[in-house]
């Protein structure tokens, strides 16, 4: 009757166990996917701000041109003033803040995943080792025949 009881109990632990193991896995599948996201909004914004950066060397470049032709006497200075007149510092510092908002975020998730993942690996071990005293206290041999002595 002792190996019935170990077999059922083991065999109940077995399947919990391995129903652990699918939901942490579970888990660390959907960490993973928001940090991929996290990481694809991040390389966006790094090509966004390459390209503020292209157009802002661009300004630059046309406001030398301008420069060159005032002081030869070709330009006009209110196309020159027009060309000189924006700032990047406000979208610097808001795009450097962006940026280890999101390495943090990212980091965050990937460590969920990996957390999840452990857990993952220790609730399969647990499902093997019920599943070990499952089989050596007889599996469903034992169990059946216990029912089979229960009801005769």
């Given amino acids: 009757m002792a190996a ?7 065999l109940a632990v077995g399947v919990e166990e391995s129903r652990k193991a699918g939901s942490a896995r579970d888990e660390a599948a959907k960490q993973q996917q928001i ?10 914004a790094q090509l966004s701000e390459s ?10 470049r046309r406001a030398k041109i301008l420069q060159r032709a005032q002081n ?18 406000g979208s ?12 943090q ?4 998730n990937l460590q969920k995943a990996q957390t999840a993942g452990a857990e993952s690996q220790t609730a399969q071990a647990n499902a093997g080792l ?23």
Avoid at 4 to 10: D, M, Q
Avoid at 51 to 60: G, P
Avoid at 130 to 152: D, H, Q, R
């Fill in 72 to 89: 030869i006497g070709a330009g006009q200075s209110s196309g020159a003033a027009g060309a000189t007149g924006s700032t990047q510092f």
């Fill in 35 to 44: 940090a991929q996201g996290k990481q694809e909004a991040k390389e966006k």
């Fill in 130 to 152: 019920a599943m070990n005293v499952f089989s050596s206290a007889g599996g469903f041999g034992t169990i059946f025949t216990a029912g089979k002595k229960l009801f005769t």
């Fill in 92 to 103: 610097n510092i808001g795009f450097q803040t962006g940026q280890g908002f999101a390495s």
């Fill in 51 to 60: 390209r503020r950066q292209q157009l802002r060397k661009e300004r630059v």
């Fill in 4 to 10: 019935t009881a170990i077999a059922v109990v083991s």
């Fill in 105 to 108: 975020g990212i980091s965050t």
